[in-house]
């Protein structure tokens, strides 16, 4: 059990400029979560996937976000035409069903310029 | 509408004292309820999960937290608190979606 992984730990870029980040989940887990945190506050849900299915979608998802999971395996979230406020930590989760618990990455922090 | 709070933001303890940290749910059902722990520049660490059975959960690194229905609440305890126990702490409720539902955290400084 490795843990989940993402990569990168950190990104910088310009506003306008598209951003792609990866996470790896624990390898028997079928769950998969992205969630977003910003300074003072705690994770909140962005989405989720079971296996390669993409189960919900928060509102805080806009039209500019968009995640994959092909082959239920590792999973991708892609930030198009990056503004300012999506400067924050992209937290990563996998958990396996029945159970609830998640665990999570070491997440990847975005500054947007 | 579920939602968790946290009513204290940055809490200062002494090596050695004693700490509980506050989490206060609103949800209609049976809550499934989590604290994590945050370490700066780390992901987040589960320390224990409520579901169903004993109200009072045992978690790692010696902390337990209490589950009370009557006030809604699921406060984070630990008998004698440790420097590298300095740390955010931040309490989750399993959401109906599936996701979690996180409070804004208690930032816990332990002085030596």
């Known amino acids: 059990d490795t843990g989940v992984s993402q990569d990168p730990r950190h990104k910088i870029t310009k506003r306008g400029q598209n951003v792609t980040f990866r996470c790896d989940p624990i390898s028997e887990h079928n769950r998969l979560y992205w969630y977003r945190q910003t300074l003072g506050q705690g994770p909140e849900f962005l989405t989720y996937f079971q296996n390669e299915a993409q189960l919900e979608k928060s509102r805080l998802l806009s039209d500019r976000f968009s995640a994959e999971r092909p082959k239920g395996s590792f999973s991708t979230l892609e930030i198009q035409r990056t503004e300012q406020g999506d400067s924050a930590m992209y937290l990563c989760?996998?958990?396996?069903?029945?159970?609830?618990?998640?665990?999570f990455g070491p997440g990847t922090r975005l500054t947007v310029t | 509408a579920q939602s968790v709070t946290q009513p204290d933001i940055h809490i200062t303890v002494s090596e050695g004292a004693s700490l509980e940290l506050r989490c206060n749910y609103s949800?209609?059902?049976?809550?499934?309820l989590f604290w994590y722990v945050q370490s700066p520049g780390q992901g987040l660490q589960l320390l224990l999960k409520?579901?169903?059975?004993?109200?009072l959960v045992q978690g790692i690194k010696g902390f337990e937290a209490e589950f009370k229905r009557s006030q809604s609440s699921f406060n984070l305890r630990k008998p004698s608190v440790q420097w590298s126990d300095t740390a955010e702490y931040f309490c989750a409720l399993g959401g109906s979606q599936g996701n979690l539902i996180f409070g804004k955290g208690t930032k816990l400084s332990v002085k030596p």
């Open positions: 409520y579901f169903s059975g004993d109200t």
């Open positions: 949800y209609g059902a049976t809550p499934y």
């Open positions: 989760a996998s958990s396996l069903t029945p159970y609830y618990e998640q665990y």
